[in-house]
């Protein structure tokens, strides 16, 4: 019986890890794929953050793609005149191109997205961001705006184009971002909820500097993540998790 306990669960571990390399390696081939936007939009949307992807939303919109362009996440004292020059448009284009100075986040980028698609009564989108920050991208604004068509124009930066160790982390870390993404969480809120599923852990200290993460952070609570998203987790893992009751009691109590 217990041989067959054992079995048992290697055969499910084993299916398991098997999920989630198959998981890394489909998020691995989206990262490299290119796609061509299509022919017309209603809008284009660039999501900052990375080289070459506004230069390009730019430059399909002078290509006639779409009527209005939303770059998003617009940092410091960036002025269109300069994103124009960088990318070697017409400056003209001024009037249908919307910076937008909101975002600091993906879901960010997506609700002031949603925003100004209702605003300029859009139904439908070009996508414009890194091919690694593609899924995740298109996770946040398709929750954001449901039914809203949504086309990729994935960009190759630089950093994914000699493939290597840099790059490994990079898709490691955005796959891991883009699990908590089709769960509907921040990565912090997944993480949360990942420690507070563990048996051995009756709290989490979740180390926040500013009332927007406690307010984020506390979100997690009560979540409970599907299975096959933590065994997911599990596998990134390892051997970091501690789930032997033995190895987590509490110390002895001060005097």
Known sequence: MRTRRLVALLI?????????VAGFIWFLQAAWVTTEPPAAADGIV?????????????????EGRAR????????????????????????????RVTLGRAATTTRG??????????????????????GYHMPRALAELSRAMPGLALYPAP??????????????RLLAGEYSKWLAAEAGLSLAQLAVAWVLQNPNVSAAIIGATRPQQVRENVKAAGVRLDPGLMSRIDE??????VRDPARTVSPPSRP
Do not use: C, Y
């Open 12 to 20: 499910l571990l084993a299916a398991l890890a098997l999920a989630w």
């Open 46 to 62: 660039a999501l900052t953050g990375g080289a070459e992807r506004v230069e390009t939303a730019l430059k399909l919109l002078a």
């Open 68 to 95: 209005v362009l939303l770059i998003s996440g617009v940092g410091g004292a960036a002025d269109f005149a300069e994103l124009a020059h960088r990318a070697g448009v017409d400056p003209a284009l001024r009037g």
């Open 109 to 130: 980028n997506a609700a002031e997205t949603a925003e100004w698609a209702r605003a300029n009564d859009l139904a439908s989108l070009i996508v414009v961001t890194a």
């Open 155 to 168: 960009v190759l930066p630089p950093a994914m184009r000699q493939p290597g160790l840099t790059a490994l």
């Open 236 to 241: 990134v893992l390892g051997q970091l998790i």
